[in-house]
């Protein structure tokens, strides 16, 4: 597969997976943390795995279940195909490259696992590895010249560790949901932003403009 081709395939899976998110939130039955007696998907108090769940908070069948799972997994896949391409972009060596493609495919191949029962295993191994591979993509993006970028990830990182430590500490709980789709936005952005230029890095790409 060309890198082209990878590049392609991250951004309409990210494309597909905002539509499908939209679509869950739709038929999402209703239910929060907030409110439990509620009769719609909430944009402030309901999490992104509350449509993944057998049941919604309002303890009715979450119809949205099936569209959700899809989603993730789509978003999943898009963003693996991503971390495996992602190392061609830097000038460093080549363990660092390795380290990055390795952890950061891993993080994602473990993130689809998140709708199962391992929901909290998930999310602590896929952060960890999630958190070596950007380690490793910040040391890219620096010594590559890639300034604009590895400042705007220091934003994202910002972000994934103040829902991380939310989650863990349960401070400030109520507003998690909210800090959970600011970060979906930035942090997919972010993505979407590095993936238009490793599409363009690519020598054998066709003349095609492309996002």
């Known amino acids: 597969m060309k890198k082209s081709t990878g590049s392609r395939i991250t951004f309409f899976g990210v494309c597909i997976f905002i539509v ?14 907030a409110d439990r007696t509620a009769k719609d998907f909430s944009w402030l108090n309901n999490y992104w795995c509350d449509l993944l769940s057998e049941q919604a908070k309002n303890g009715q069948h979450n119809a949205a279940r ?17 971390w495996y391409f992602l190392p061609t972009l830097f000038a460093v060596n080549d363990t660092v490259k390795k ?3 390795f952890c950061g495919v891993a993080a994602m191949g473990i993130s689809s696992l998140l709708f199962t029962q391992l929901h909290d295993v998930v999310i602590h191994s896929a952060s960890l590895l999630g958190f ?9 993006l620096y010594k590559s010249g890639y300034y604009r970028f590895f400042y705007a990830g220091l934003l994202c990182i910002a972000l994934m560790c103040l829902n991380y430590f939310i989650m863990m500490s349960n ?14 936005v930035i942090v997919l952005g972010w993505i979407l932003f590095i993936n238009r230029e490793l599409y363009r890095s690519d020598p054998e790409k066709s003349n095609k403009i492309f996002y």
């Open 99 to 101: 380290t990055i493609r």
């Open 171 to 184: 401070t400030f709980i109520s507003f998690l949901p909210l800090i959970q789709k600011i970060t979906f």
């Open 132 to 140: 070596i591979a950007l380690c490793g993509t910040f040391t890219g």
């Open 20 to 33: 499908l998110y939209f679509i869950a939130a739709y038929l999402y039955p209703g239910g929060s943390q």
């Open 66 to 82: 099936q569209i959700a799972i899809t989603s993730w997994l789509i978003l999943s896949f898009s963003l693996l195909i991503f």
